[in-house]
């Protein structure tokens, strides 16, 4: 079967198509790059002897989308493409509604003209928004507290709508976590442009002292250290996840979501203190005051994902800290 990544040149999509090919399937990459880099491909060629298929263009252009499916018979997308900055959408909001319901409204209008019928979508675990109590189960109400997160919500009804007018349609929408990590030959990783949003590539940046130290927000919430717990799981955990949602529409239809996590929170700071002690390097930081919009606790029940997509998360918060060092050291040495 053939798959169409969209956004398969980002951190997420760039590991589950190493995956994808590992495991026999052949890989359409549809990305415009604007938070990836050109060299990605050859990356996930170097790591799997085969080429991804890479078109670049904006999934929103239903011209450019039409081609890619006429060129190539695709049995399956996985969804990944549209901007992801919390804080950036909150700052631009009409950008991040134009480019992640867009992308997602012609995807679909296109699949619908070629007759693909399985959709894996990048969904989030900010789609529980403030309220609901953790550990997140599935059933629970969905709400957001940015616009980043609001489209994630909107798409999910989407996608819904669209199955229920569909019955022939799957479509699995999948809540991440906090994916960190890298791929284990250093090869691929989260390399953001600019300064990274996230913690682990923060991280791993002040240890490679390309930045001066990490600011810790607030170390007074009510968890084991006072510092914010969150459900980090190893991205190439999450994109096996992925695989098992293909299988799991190849049997299914309808829109049904599942968590990918691991379950367990663990604390910014016990995140710092593993990196540092696993890599034997220093990460300095400091405590600063709470952020706007943090939760004390973020964490998953993935006991449906486990039980129905076949999937757990196997590897380890040191995996995650040793592959993001690794990962930094590799770009470090080829720059």
């Known amino acids: 079967m053939t798959i169409l990544v969209t956004g398969g040149a980002g951190y997420i999509g760039s590991h589950?198509?190493?995956?994808?090919?590992?495991?026999g399937y052949e890989v359409v990459i549809a990305d415009n790059f604007v938070n990836s880099s050109m060299d990605v491909p050859e990356r996930i060629a170097r790591i799997?002897?085969?080429?991804?298929?890479?078109?670049?263009?904006?999934?929103?252009d239903s011209h450019a989308l039409d081609l890619v499916f006429a060129e190539n018979h695709i049995g399956a997308v996985i969804h990944f493409a549209g901007l992801k900055a919390v804080g950036e959408s909150c700052q631009i909001p009409l950008r991040y509604y134009r480019?992640?319901?867009?992308?997602?409204?012609t995807l679909l209008e296109t699949m619908e003209r070629h007759g693909c019928k399985k959709l894996v979508f990048s969904s989030s675990a900010t789609v529980y928004g403030p309220k609901n109590e953790?550990?997140?189960?599935?059933?629970?109400?969905?709400?957001?507290?940015?616009?980043?997160g609001w489209t994630k919500v909107m798409i999910e009804q989407i996608l819904r709508d669209y199955c229920a007018a569909n019955p022939e349609f799957s479509a699995v929408l999948l809540r991440y976590f906090n994916p960190i990590g890298a791929h284990e030959s250093g090869?691929?990783?989260?390399?953001?442009?600019?300064?990274?949003?996230n913690l682990m590539p923060y991280v791993a940046r002040v240890a490679a002292g390309q930045l001066p130290r990490l600011t810790v927000f607030g170390d007074d919430y009510p968890t084991r250290d006072g510092s914010?717990?969150?459900d980090y799981l190893h991205v190439v955990d999450l994109a096996k996840g992925h695989l098992s949602a293909l299988e799991y529409a190849a049997?299914?239809?309808?829109?049904?979501?599942?968590?990918?996590g691991t379950g367990e929170g663990i604390s910014v700071l016990e995140l710092v203190h593993s990196f540092q002690e696993v890599n034997g390097v220093p990460v300095p930081f400091v405590i600063g005051g709470r952020r706007d919009g943090d939760l004390a606790e973020v964490y998953a029940n993935p006991s449906r994902a486990r039980e129905e997509l076949h999937w757990t998360a196997e590897k380890t918060l040191d995996d995650m800290c040793r592959d993001s060092w690794h990962f930094i050291q590799t770009r470090k040495a080829e720059r």
Request: aromatic share 6%.
């Open 228 to 230: 914010c717990l969150r």
């Open 99 to 105: 480019n992640n319901l867009d992308t997602t409204l």
């Open 16 to 23: 589950t198509c190493v995956e994808l090919l590992q495991k």
């Open 48 to 60: 799997t002897g085969k080429m991804p298929k890479v078109f670049e263009l904006d999934v929103a």
């Open 251 to 260: 049997s299914h239809t309808g829109a049904e979501a599942f968590n990918l």
């Open 187 to 197: 090869l691929l990783g989260d390399d953001p442009n600019g300064i990274p949003n």
């Open 134 to 148: 953790c550990p997140y189960t599935e059933d629970m109400p969905t709400s957001a507290t940015n616009p980043y």
